[in-house]
Each structure stands twice: as C-alpha cells, then as structure tokens.
C-alpha cells in the first residue's frame, strides 16, 4: 500500500513536499517514483530513485529533487519554484519485492497539486 501526503494549491513560484510512504509485507522496494496527469493529457514520469540513482523528467530537472528514507519506505519530491503548467495529479509508484519474492507494481492514490498564476 501507497499513501500519499502534501498536495495542496500554491501559488507559482512556490514550494510543496509531497510524501509516500509504503507498507505492508514488503522484502526489497526496487523503485520509487513520481509521476503526474494533468487534465487531457496522458501520464508521465516526474521523477524516479532506486538506492543509487535518480532520473528526472527535463521539464523539472533542477526544481524537483527526490529522495528516500530507506528506514521508513518512504518517498519524498520537493517541488520548487513551481510553475502553472506543473498543475497536475501526483501519484507514486512503486516496485515492491513481497512475499515470495515476487515483484508487483503499486500505485498511490494520487494527490492534487494546483499552482495559481
């Protein structure tokens, strides 16, 4: 299970943290991730981390920086300097290794990000 936390609306050039944090009977979490879906438009990736890497769609490179707490399973994305096209639907993903270790894909709910002009 996902649950995300720390949508909101902001105005542009603000600042928002979103937060994931994971649960359940969880062996190894491979990936953790960000993607978005703005209204008419079909879902992208925003950003990604494994334990030692990390890949950023261009359209925010420099702005949103990820990070993991691997203590806590979570996922975080610090969104900076944000703009009105960045106005989307957030969701997390991830790639968890379970019981039997079979790996799954999970999604997060989603969370609302709305940046004013």
Known sequence: QLVESGGGVVPAG??????????????????????RQAPGRQRELVASVNWDDSDYAESVKGRFP???????????????NLKTEDTAVYYCYAK????????ADYWGQG???TVSS
């Open 14 to 35: 603000g600042s928002l943290r979103l937060s994931c944090a994971a649960s359940g009977s969880i062996i190894r979490i491979n990936t953790m991730a960000w993607y």
């Open 66 to 80: 990820i990070g993991i707490d691997k203590d806590k399973d979570t996922v975080y994305l610090r969104m900076d």
């Open 96 to 103: 968890i290794v379970g019981p039997g270790y079979v790996a």
């Open 111 to 113: 969370t609302q990000v």
